[in-house]
């Protein structure tokens, strides 16, 4: 099991929010594919996924404020 957690995006950057999950639980995703995309100081960010499996529990809404360093969602890396 992967955790995804929002990256450090610069020195002031505490927060951000989720703008559009690109995903939902249950869909199988591709090393290097866009799962979400985050807003950070105005400046929009997607997140890919680092491992090939199947989306586990998402942990935001779109809308929230996520704290960095934050899981925001799990993937089952495949075999």
Do not use: H, Q, R
Not at 4 to 26: F, Y
């Amino acid at each position: 099991m992967k955790n995804v957690v929002i990256p450090k995006m610069g020195m002031g950057t505490t927060e951000v929010e989720i703008l559009k999950w690109k995903v939902k639980e249950g869909d199988s995703v591709k090393a290097g594919e866009p799962i979400v995309e985050i807003e950070s100081e105005k400046t929009s960010v997607a997140i890919e996924s680092e491992v090939s499996g199947v989306v586990g529990e998402i942990y935001f809404k779109e809308e929230e404020e996520v704290p960095v360093g934050s899981v925001i969602c799990t993937i089952k890396e495949d075999n």
